[in-house]
């Protein structure tokens, strides 16, 4: 057997992956070659490096770790904690909602109490044949106006606030 | 073999079962019993521990999240691991470095001022080492195969079916590499004696 040979076999030699004739004739060609004792010697300690190579472990705390973001995970995939943040965008419009409500009832009641004494007031004079009810109608319609003036603008806001979101 | 595998009394397809149902704590015992390889092959194939920590932990989230379309069609072993092996290699290929992959034998043999003395290696145990740098210095179709094998003691169909090729593709590979190996160290002891 030739050097060449040798060296072809030296591989699978290690690994007990030779035939018991070709490793006896790697063995008698090595006996008188220092050149393939050396190579063999040297896939020998490849050998043993390769299936001795220490452990690795992961590092302390590693599994925890991947349980908390696992968990983190499982959470974020739950809508109610995802969309936190359109729950606040609802929250607001509600909040919206209720002042402009607060300011019709508010308007309603302030008409309620202003017109209709004054209707009174108007129909009493009409009776009595005198015109007297322009002043205090300018007054109720300014305050209808202005009552319904915040409610447009809080409206407004929220139709803005809603789209711009 | 994974750390615990041993001891465990609760098997893969039970616990997967059990996380597919909603118990999610019962992942925690696939996590600690597959941390240390998992782990182990990062830091193989990625060579840089921190980052190897991510990775890992990164493998176990995407896992979790593929859990439910686990078909069950090969080992989860072996499906977990293709899993690393991907991501390690999508990392390879987003963090890849001019000269990180060649091979560094050589300015070893440089740097030690041709006094490597490979018997001496052997006997201190730095020899780890040295083979490790010599297998950073190997294709990656070589070194990824070695690392499954010699060090995550995987068999060649486990190999195979991660890498997506024949197991007689397997066996060629290993042989290759463990050959390119040799001649490498060969080298360096060659140059040890001038
Ligand atoms: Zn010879």
Redesign the pocket.
């Known amino acids: 057997m030739?050097?060449a040979q040798?060296?072809s076999l030296i591989d699978r030699l290690v690994v007990g992956a030779c035939s018991p004739a070709e490793a006896r004739a790697v063995a008698s060609?090595?006996i008188g070659?220092a050149?393939?004792t050396v190579?063999i010697a040297t896939a020998r300690r490849l050998s043993t490096a390769l299936g001795s190579a220490p452990v690795l472990r992961a590092p302390p705390g590693f599994a925890a770790k991947v349980m908390n973001q696992v968990y983190r995970q499982a959470l974020a995939g739950q809508p109610a904690a995802e969309e936190a943040p359109g729950a606040r965008r609802r929250s607001l419009s509600t909040m919206y909602r209720r002042v402009a409500f607060s300011f019709m009832v508010t308007a309603f009641v302030l008409m309620a109490s202003l017109v209709i004494p004054r209707a009174a007031y108007t129909s009493l004079i009409a009776a009595r044949g005198a015109d007297a009810g322009v002043g205090g109608s300018t007054a109720v319609q300014g305050v209808l106006q202005s009552a319904d003036k915040a409610v447009r603008g809080i409206l407004g806001e929220q139709q803005v606030g809603g789209n711009g979101e | 073999m994974p750390r615990s595998a041993k001891t465990e009394t609760v098997d893969d397809d039970e616990l997967i079962a059990r996380v597919r149902a909603g118990e999610t704590r019962f992942f925690a015992q696939l996590v600690t019993r597959y941390a240390d390889p998992v782990f182990a092959m990062s830091l193989r194939l990625i060579g840089d521990r921190a980052e190897a920590e991510d990775v890992a932990q990164e493998v176990f989230l995407r896992v979790h999240r593929a859990l439910p379309a686990f078909k069950g069609e090969a080992k989860f072993s072996t499906w977990l691991y293709r899993i690393t092996w991907n991501m390690c290699a999508d990392w390879r290929r987003k963090n890849r470095r001019p000269g990180r992959t060649s091979s560094s034998l050589e300015t070893e043999a440089d740097q030690s001022d041709g006094r490597v003395n490979l018997e001496k290696k052997v006997i201190d145990g730095e020899e780890q080492a040295f083979v490790q740098q010599a297998l950073d210095g190997l294709d990656d179709i070589y070194r990824s195969v070695v690392i499954l094998h010699y060090y995550q003691k995987l068999s060649y169909e486990q190999i195979a079916s991660i890498l997506e090729v024949p197991v007689k593709t397997v066996e060629t590979r290993l042989y290759r590499a463990r050959r390119q190996l040799r001649l490498r160290l060969e080298k360096i002891g060659q140059g040890g004696r001038r």
Do not use: L, N
């Open positions: 030739r050097h040798v060296d060609h090595a070659c050149r393939c190579r």
